[in-house]
């Protein structure tokens, strides 16, 4: 019998099991062959401190010094382009991320396929960073396994029930004892939950879709920061001397293992061909992932409040990467009785007794 069971091996998952693996044994099961199979395995990957709810980053904030100690982060930088049809949105959101304005023309000087006739501003700010996703799965696997944890793959759940002393998980190939059970499930989070016998919570899995492509006009992209059209209506990411372009659409779906609609992606290059000079003329690949949000578009972290032992690791949405080292230290001072290094007021937006 171990501690902690954790059901998911994605980065919600291993940076859950890493901290917790601190207080006691733990044994991370992830259905799929190999770890951070579905979203976790198809980030984006970049460490923007002050994207998403201020929950959210106060997560981010607590999980840069576990970045930079890692050497997990390099430079990117952010831009945020805009023009007078957008300009609510532009502004509001320029101000959320605390960007420097700049015109066009400053913006396209920077990135030379920036369309002036379109984008008349700008936002832009240096402390956006690519993020190693990888090296920092592997970080928390390293700890894991370090502490005497062990990880499962291939191990899909198939039951789960109450005992005396705990949880008792089988899977396809095998039946494990613990008592705490994370749910660290991604998409499948509610499922795991009605499994257990607790109330699922109303998470949605939204698909998102990327296309990579050559770089623009034969240019050398790798200076280039992270360009957002206003409304988040289209992104592009230099990645390995292409280019990443995503729709950034969000449909709704059944939890799945994710592939692409070719129609969004084709509307979502037409909508950065608008702003931009230089048309997409081949596809290198493209790929899906499911981004998984809670009612109220916050994670859920801690104890759920009808069963103390039931903890939720749940509804990274976009933002489980760079926020995971502090979501996982949250996690750990809950267990451990702990006051948390985040604030309270944090805290108490990421407890899952507000669905309650």
Not at 76 to 86: A, I
Not at 259 to 281: H, K, Q, S
Not at 316 to 338: C, E, H, T
Request: aromatic content about 8%; some cysteine; glycine content about 10%.
């Amino acid at each position: 019998m171990t501690d902690f069971i954790i059901i998911g091996g994605g980065v919600a998952g291993t940076s859950a099991g890493a901290y917790l693996s601190k207080l006691g044994t733990v044994q991370v099961l992830e259905a799929e062959p190999v770890l951070a199979y579905h979203a976790s395995g198809r980030s984006a990957a970049l460490f923007e401190e002050s994207y998403g709810k201020p929950s959210t980053v106060a997560l981010n904030a607590a999980s840069r010094i576990y970045h930079v100690e890692n050497k997990l982060l390099s430079p990117r930088g952010l831009m945020l382009v805009g023009s007078k049809n957008n300009a609510a949105e532009f502004e509001a959101e320029r101000l959320q991320m605390g960007l420097d304005l700049m015109t066009g023309a400053e913006a396209k000087a920077m990135v030379p396929i920036l369309n002036t006739d379109v984008i008349d501003r700008a936002g832009y700010h240096e402390d956006a960073w690519d993020l190693d996703t990888d090296a920092l799965i592997q970080s928390y696997v390293k700890t894991i396994r370090g502490n005497g944890g062990a990880i499962a793959t291939k191990a899909g759940v198939t039951a789960i029930s109450k005992t005396t002393n705990g949880w008792k998980v089988t899977t396809n190939s095998e039946v494990y004892n613990a008592s705490i059970l994370v749910n660290a499930a991604g998409p499948w989070v509610d499922q795991i939950a009605q499994m257990a016998g607790i109330s699922p919570i109303g998470f949605k899995a939204l698909r998102r879709s990327m296309g990579r492509i050559p770089a623009p006009g034969g240019h050398d992209v790798s200076g280039w920061p992270m360009i957002f059209g206003a409304a988040e209506e289209w992104y592009a990411k230099p990645d390995a001397g292409a280019l990443i372009v995503s729709p950034a659409e969000e449909i709704l779906v059944e939890p799945h293992d994710a592939f692409v609609d070719d129609m969004i992606l084709a509307e979502g290059f037409a909508r950065y061909e608008e702003n931009v000079t230089e048309p997409v003329t081949r596809l290198l690949s493209s790929w899906a992932g499911l981004r998984t949000f809670s009612p109220d578009r916050t994670l859920v972290l801690g104890r759920d409040p009808d069963a103390q032992t039931f903890i939720w690791c749940a509804g990274q949405g976009g933002y489980g990467m760079q926020s995971s080292p502090a979501a996982g230290q949250l996690l750990a001072d809950l267990v451990n009785g702990k006051t948390p290094a985040i604030d309270a007021g944090a805290v108490a937006a990421l407890d899952p007794k507000r669905f309650r």
